[in-house]
């Protein structure tokens, strides 16, 4: 799998084709009145999404007669107006439940009550790789390929989102590095394994994951730490009973469960998963077995006035990577872990809260070595860890039916502990070209440690046809090495339903991301913490409801930094296994940058079987440097298009996901004599790729099998993407080797499920 990552020479999985059959045999209708919420998951097995919650539906819900002749949705339809409910379409076949409103004579308008889920500039939630206002079912997900194992690689169908190999995307311009990741409302710090290498795949199992919601920007206050984005992440649960999973790919297997005891008020939640990358030995002889599992787990305790819940999550990753013939080689070692306990208090039906306290600790090692004759040699060796204690509290006030307040606030300590050696030499034709020291080598040691604080409020209110929310959040931080740091940042968003179809929004806010202890740059032994990076995020823009469940949308955005953080880039070699060792390793510095562009969207239902989504943007980043020069960064896309269509069946479901930008800024080199241009002054070819997905689901009476084939870049494309520089065998003089993106990768998954309960 990794072997993929590295260039024309990387290795490729082998093609795999999807066995499809046909089984028969529906569960038998029961005879007698059955549960609202079995007729609900029976709806969801069938491959219709259902949203409810439990206090709306709570267990004891029945529908008044046994309606066994009626069809399930139409059984499920008339059990619900049993009890003044009804299914609201929000797309084909996916509904929410909500309270029946019987017709109303005219009116004079009066104020509206706040709706639970409001609308806020660049708020997207997973919906078929369309963004929408609304927090939708984790199936969604199952639709767009490249997801089975890594379920965060779906967030690349969303405008505004650029992406390569690596887990981890660029939204919006920013660096990847300023995207907060929370799951089940816990912030966690680089969730992903193959840290150092691309940070390849998300650590979360998609099996334990409800749905995903992602901020592009104009987020509302409670949500701190970073300045680019958010990606939320929720956890499923289950009313009553139990559902197990067992599945195994050419990337990973695991197992997972998520139920609720029936004698006591105990939720659970858990998921065990490894790669099979090195079982299964689809890496080239020479470059190792990269392993790498993850665990996850959560125990929810029911009281009276709300839940206690207790969580953990655990990383482990062992690599040894390698190349042969240029010798490029790496060892890495990394451990996360990470414990939660959260309390959720329902004081009253206005005042509720959720506290939590979380403790996090990490172990990261790397070795090195790095030879290319007649071009570079190096060794390095690293040890990067810290551990932190985070206490949050999180309020909600309805004061009103038309106003209500968050506020909240959190600390947390955190202490690194940084260990890093470096030895490069070039040669003198390469060192002069890149302007760098024949020799070079660094030593650094540090223990830095940071008190952190952070409060926020905000009140939104709804009229009837506008809605504003005004927050304002302040963070602080005391370095033991650099005193004190404060940032301020106010933000507003603001919604008018010009119709009953068509939104109006906008947003406008301050956004601050003070440096993490963890984060300091080893690379040039950093003594003290940067400044926090400062951006202003200005957005508007307009959705429309259609008929059918389907919707357009534009988004108009700005993104300002003045204050920038510094960051490493590498001018023509991107995909390094040792980039700290390469000659085209550069520290960029910018005094401000800016990030703006253009993204529409679209998502129409075309029937009860096929859906189909689009987004186009035009979008600039750059980087302002001294004497007024104005650089590209390297994931800047003038023009992007991505463009999906899904089919879904009872048993089956196909999907695509094809798309296409202009090619990432490149540095241009040129050769005999070595010489290199202007930094991003050119480009790469346009890219292209063609995903495909397709499942098949055998159901039992308690219980299924699906079989899914995920395949990436299908064509087999051959996008260029970096440079690398080889002496010649019988002679001193470089030569370039272009490499490439992904190749073809074929991904296929067996899933076994058997559940009990509705």
């Not at 990973?252 to 998520?258: E, F, K």
Request: aromatic share 10%; charged share 20%.
């Amino acid at each position: 799998m990794i072997r993929n990552f590295r260039g024309p020479e990387l290795s490729r999985f082998l093609a795999l084709i999807l066995l499809a059959g046909a089984a028969h045999g529906a569960d038998p209708a029961g005879s007698s009145a059955q549960t609202v919420v079995a007729l609900l998951q029976a709806l969801k097995r069938s491959g219709v999404d259902v949203i409810y919650s439990s206090e709306q539906v709570p267990g004891s819900l029945s529908e008044a007669q046994p309606r066994t002749g009626l069809p399930p949705l139409e059984r499920a339809r008339s059990a619900l107006a049993d009890h003044s409910l009804e299914l609201r379409a929000l797309s084909a076949r996916r509904y929410v439940v909500v309270v029946a409103v019987p017709p109303q004579p005219a009116a004079v308008p009066v104020e509206e009550s706040l709706e639970e889920v409001s609308v806020y500039a660049s708020r997207y939630a997973m919906a078929g790789g369309l963004g929408e206002p609304q927090r939708l079912s984790g199936t969604d997900l199952e639709t767009i390929p490249g997801s089975h194992d890594d379920a965060i690689h779906a967030v690349r169908s969303l405008p505004g989102v650029a992406s390569n190999a690596s887990g981890r995307p660029y939204i919006r311009g920013s660096l990847s590095d300023d995207i907060l990741v929370r799951y089940d409302g816990i912030t966690l710090l680089d969730p992903f394994h193959l840290k150092n290498f691309q940070s390849l795949i998300s650590a979360i199992d998609p099996a334990v994951i409800e749905s995903i919601e992602v901020f592009s920007g104009g987020f509302p206050v409670q949500y701190g730490l970073r300045s680019g984005g958010v990606i939320d992440i929720t956890a499923p649960s289950i009313d009553s009973g139990y559902e197990h999973r067992a599945s195994f790919s050419l990337i990973s297997a695991g197992v997972s469960s998520v139920g609720q005891a029936d004698s006591l008020p105990l939720e659970w939640l858990g998921s065990l998963r490894r790669s099979t990358l090195d079982l299964l030995d689809p890496v080239e002889d020479g470059f190792g077995k990269p392993q790498f599992s993850d665990s996850l787990g959560r125990l929810r305790w029911s009281t009276e006035k709300g839940a206690w819940t207790l969580g953990w999550l655990l990383l482990d990753d062992q690599l040894d990577l390698g190349a042969n013939d240029d010798e490029e080689s790496a060892n890495a070692r990394y451990r996360d872990e990470y414990v939660w306990l959260a309390r959720q208090h329902d004081f009253s039906p206005a005042l509720s809260s959720r506290s939590s306290i979380v403790l996090a600790s990490a172990e990261r090692t790397r070795d090195g070595e790095l030879r290319r004759p007649g071009v570079a040699t190096g060794s390095l060796e690293e040890s990067r860890a810290f551990s932190g204690l985070d206490i949050t509290s999180d309020w909600t006030w309805r004061s009103s039916d038309t106003s209500a307040y968050t506020f909240g606030g959190a600390v947390s300590t955190t202490r690194a502990r940084h260990r890093y050696t470096r030895s490069s030499q070039f040669s003198p034709e390469v060192a002069a070209a890149f302007g760098r020291e024949v020799s070079e080598f660094v030593d650094y040691r540090s223990d830095p440690e940071v008190l952190s604080a952070s409060l926020y409020a905000a009140n939104r209110r709804r009229w009837s046809h506008f809605e504003a929310e005004l927050g304002l959040r302040v963070d602080a931080q005391h370095y033991d090495r650099d005193g004190n740091h404060t940032q301020v940042s106010p933000r507003v968003n603001l919604r008018y339903d010009w119709t009953d179809g068509l939104r109006l929004y906008a947003s406008v806010g301050r956004f601050t991301q003070a440096q993490h202890v963890e984060e300091w740059r080893v690379e040039e032994a950093q003594q003290q913490p940067d400044a926090a990076q400062v951006s202003i995020h200005s957005i508007f823009g307009a959705q429309y409801e259609l008929a059918g469940g389907g919707q357009v949308g534009a988004e108009v955005y700005s993104k300002r930094w003045t204050t920038s953080a510094s960051y490493y880039d590498n001018l023509v070699d991107s995909f390094s296994l040792l980039p700290d060792l390469t000659p085209d390793r550069v520290r960029l510095a910018p005094n401000h940058s800016e990030a703006s562009g253009i993204e529409l969207r679209a998502k129409l239902p075309f029937g009860d079987r096929f859906t189909g989504w689009g987004t186009l943007s035009w979008a600039r980043v750059a980087d302002d440097f001294r004497g007024g020069r104005d650089v590209l960064r390297s994931w800047d896309q003038p023009l992007s298009l991505t463009a999906g269509l899904s089919w879904t069946h009872s048993r089956a479901t196909v999907s695509a996901l094809g798309g296409w930008h202009r090619g990432w800024p490149r540095t241009p080199v040129s050769f005999d004599p070595l010489t290199v241009g202007a930094r991003n002054s050119d480009r790469w070819g346009d890219f292209y790729s063609l995903d495909l997905r397709g499942s098949w689901t055998w159901r039992f009476s308690s219980a299924d099998f699906s079989i899914v084939l995920d395949v990436t870049n299908s064509t087999n494309r051959a996008n260029e993407c970096c440079l690398r520089f080889e002496a010649g065998a019988t002679s001193p003089t470089l030569a370039p080797e272009a490499g490439h993106w992904l190749p073809t990768i074929a991904n296929l998954g067996f899933t076994y499920r058997w559940r009990a309960g509705p």
